[in-house]
């Protein structure tokens, strides 16, 4: 086993666009947005901010992965980035604030198989959604999935931390984390409080740039 563990997010890190998001612009009332922003601004948890999304949508099962399917894709790169991580026995996992549903949709569709997935799940009636959220600890209760438990827990065990993300959840798994991969809000962040990271495009370039580190052991820049 390698010393280092890969941790992605996956909406709008893995997928573009954001899944969840995508659904809520198709079949939910426009106030989801506004939820979105009431976040960022500290009024909010996300925890209580995504329930209350995912209730708004009003879609079949079958709608939403016709729908999902056709409008969203896979970063470029990341199935070619799973092949990386395994022939350097990378562990990688996908550390997701969204709907293991549409993740494992996604995912199937591009060919990707065999990379384990920590994400809530969803219960759909007549049309309703409901978000049965992840179980397990918490190190706070702003987020609906405490990414940093999973983080801590791979530190405890020696490995190192590359972190890949995008936006609010994933701020705080950053902190513990050696490399930073950052995009969109996260990237904005990150600068924001002074927090090292690289920037991506795509996941060649992560895998560039990991290969790269790993390989000779450098310190962020």
């Known amino acids: 086993m390698s010393g280092w563990s890969v941790c992605c997010d996956?909406?709008?890190?893995?997928?573009?666009p954001d899944a969840c998001d995508f659904l809520l612009e198709k079949f939910a009332l426009p106030e989801w947005k506004e939820l979105d922003d009431a976040v960022w601004r500290g009024e909010i948890t996300e925890r209580e901010a995504f329930q209350k999304q995912i209730a708004l949508l009003d879609v079949t099962w079958e709608e939403a992965r016709a729908a999902l399917l056709s409008g969203v894709r896979i970063r470029e790169g990341f199935r070619e980035?799973?092949?990386?991580?395994?022939s350097r026995d990378l562990p990688l996992t996908i550390?997701?604030?969204?709907?293991?549903?549409?993740?494992?949709?996604?995912l199937r569709s591009a060919g990707v198989h065999d990379v384990p997935v920590l994400a809530h799940r969803t219960e759909?009636?007549?049309?309703?959604?409901r978000v049965i959220l992840r179980d397990g600890k918490r190190l706070a209760e702003h987020c609906s999935h405490c990414k940093c438990v999973f983080v801590l827990a791979e530190k405890a065990a020696g490995r190192k931390i590359a972190y890949i993300g995008d936006s609010y959840t994933d701020l705080c798994p950053t902190q513990h984390a050696d490399i930073i991969f950052a995009t969109h809000r996260l990237a904005a962040e990150c600068r924001k409080i002074g927090r090292p990271f690289f920037s991506y495009t795509t996941f060649f370039d992560i895998?560039?740039?990991?290969?790269?580190?790993?390989s000779t052991e450098q310190d962020l820049p």
Do not use: A, P
Not at 81 to 86: I, K, L
Not at 95 to 106: D, F, Q
């Open 81 to 86: 980035f799973t092949e990386f991580c395994r």
């Open 95 to 106: 550390l997701s604030s969204g709907l293991e549903e549409l993740i494992y949709e996604l």
């Open 207 to 214: 895998e560039r740039e990991l290969g790269r580190l790993i």
């Open 10 to 16: 996956f909406d709008g890190t893995i997928c573009l």
């Open 124 to 129: 759909i009636k007549d049309n309703h959604w």
